[in-house]
């Protein structure tokens, strides 16, 4: 009798926390850190009002990636003092960083894409299957990518654009980066995984503390331990192996689901499920490096200061995209979970919104960046004039086509997200690849080194004016597609 009260006592506490969870929903109160199960998560994806969803699933993300972007110009901004050739070295070796974070995504953003959907068809044994394949396998290959890039060390610097006054530096800089290769790719793919599942702040966690002892092992590593380069590569590694713990850990709550070694299910059609989710990714950041290699070697003639400003400039427009794709992380998981549950409806208007907002944001940083540009070169290199007029005019460049980002970052997102892969694969080759990589190898030849400052503008022009209509034909269907409604009828958004 006693069991059976205690029972009864239980099963009316877990209903008074129910609904005061839906009250709270309905009223628009946000309770993610209380959600403990995979229905509640779908509900609250599937319910709650759009801009106040995607606000607070894109805080966590902004932060997380704000964050890395500002350990990353930590790095730039310590091995700025050790000499011109060393920033340059950074700038070299970003291109491998962003090799392993093409590896990472992949495996991330594709069973990330493909769980959030899974989980908005209520097919949660199927998404834990995917979320552990997605982790072991990113795990496996970065232990071989860094095996071959030790043994071919000298020889893979030489390939990423670096100059003979700057090899000893990239050497050992990538050296150490190498090393962390297998737990940084698995680190991006338990971020991903944590993202879809609407878990962000418990991705953001993980990040963030790994950033911020990134930024005090610096200074320690590359003066007090007098290891240069290398030492802010280890940093590094450091850093995103505690990152890598946390975010372990953190896997399971919030209602997530848990990395299991038996649900490690390689097959044929989940690698192509995976692969399609993931690949759009792959593109974009595989490309960023190849583009990242073809300005090292457009700049190389104009010498070493052209390399390490433009490696600035990387750096610092890398700030801005990180708010822009934060912001767009916050969508893919409110995309996914009702495309999944075909509330049509929920994706259209979250994309205007997200579009919207980010219209704004990137306007006002381009303002600034555009006012302030030679003061934020001098921040890495005060003493090197050259280099903070080149770096000045290229950010100046960049800052013009800013905003334009806020609809090619959406439209490559909700494209990816919802599945359209060959629309998605395309966008992400294009602005660093299929249209800056040609800028890259033409303008200089008649600009000279205007050509290099001014490639990524022409690249950012011509995408814009691609990205438009290859989303809006899926804009339009969005619109007019049936969406089914939380009682399960069937509505047509009206025109």
């Known amino acids: 009798m006693r069991r059976l009260r205690h029972a009864a006592y239980v099963g009316a506490a877990a209903g008074r926390r129910a609904n005061m969870r839906r009250a709270a929903a309905e ?14 998560k779908l509900h609250y994806m599937t319910e709650q009002p759009i801009p106040r969803l995607v606000g607070t699933l894109a805080v966590p993300t902004i932060i997380s990636m704000l964050v890395t972007s500002i350990y990353n110009m930590a790095d730039t901004f310590f091995v700025g003092r050790i000499g011109t050739s060393a920033t340059g070295a950074v700038g070299v070796v970003f291109s491998l960083m962003a090799v392993i974070q093409a590896v990472g995504f992949t495996f991330g953003n594709g069973s990330g894409n493909y769980i959030s959907r899974l ?44 100059t003979p006054t700057i090899l000893p530096y990239a050497r050992d800089y990538a050296r150490f980066i190498l090393i962390g290769a297998p737990y940084m790719m698995a680190s991006l793919v338990l971020n991903n995984l944590l993202r879809f599942q609407g878990n962000a702040f418990w991705g953001m966690i993980g990040i963030t503390t790994g950033g911020i002892l990134n930024i005090a092992l610096d200074p320690l590593f590359i003066f007090t331990f007098n290891m240069g380069t290398g030492g802010a590569a280890l940093a590094t590694i450091i850093s995103q192996f505690i990152s890598f713990c946390i975010l372990l850990h953190n896997c399971g709550k919030g209602g997530s689901l848990r990395i299991r070694l038996r649900d490690f299910a390689p097959s044929k059609e989940m690698y192509y499920q995976i692969l399609r989710g993931g690949l759009p990714s792959f593109y974009r950041q595989g490309i960023a490096s ?60 979250a994309f205007w919104f997200c579009v919207r907002v980010a219209v704004v944001g990137l306007a006002l940083v381009g303002i600034t960046g555009l006012i302030f540009a030679p003061e934020v070169i001098a921040i890495f290199r005060r003493d090197d004039m050259q280099v903070i007029e080149i770096g000045a005019k290229a950010l100046r460049f960049q800052a013009c086509t800013l905003p334009f980002m806020s609809w090619v970052t959406m439209s490559n997102m909700m494209l990816q997200t919802i599945g359209r892969t060959s629309r998605a694969s395309f966008l992400a080759l294009a602005r660093q690849g299929l249209f800056l990589i040609p800028a890259l190898l033409i303008l200089p030849n008649f600009l ?45 958004q009206a025109p």
Request: aromatic share 8%; net charge negative.
């Open 119 to 162: 989980l908005g068809a209520r097919q949660e044994e199927l998404a834990s299957k995917v979320a552990a394949t997605g982790f072991i396998s990113a795990l496996l290959f970065g232990v071989v990518f860094s095996t071959l890039g030790l043994i071919f060390l000298d020889s893979l610097v030489s390939i990423l654009g670096a």
């Open 448 to 492: 000279g080194v205007l050509g290099v400052q001014m490639g990524q503008t022409v690249a950012d022009t011509i995408t814009l004016l691609v990205a438009i209509p290859m989303s809006w034909g899926v804009l339009v269907e969005l619109k007019n597609q049936p969406s089914e409604q939380p009682g399960g009828e069937a509505v047509v």
């Open 290 to 349: 190849v583009s990242t290699i073809v300005l090292n070697l457009a700049a190389g003639p104009f010498g070493d200061a052209a390399i390490a400003a433009m490696s600035v400039v990387n750096r610092v427009t890398q700030f801005a995209n990180s708010a822009m794709i934060g912001f767009g992380q916050g969508f893919q998981p409110v995309c996914g979970f009702n495309y999944g549950a075909k509330r049509y409806d929920r994706v259209y208007e």
């Open 27 to 40: 009223r628009g109160v946000i309770l993610l850190a209380h959600i403990n199960s995979q229905e509640e």
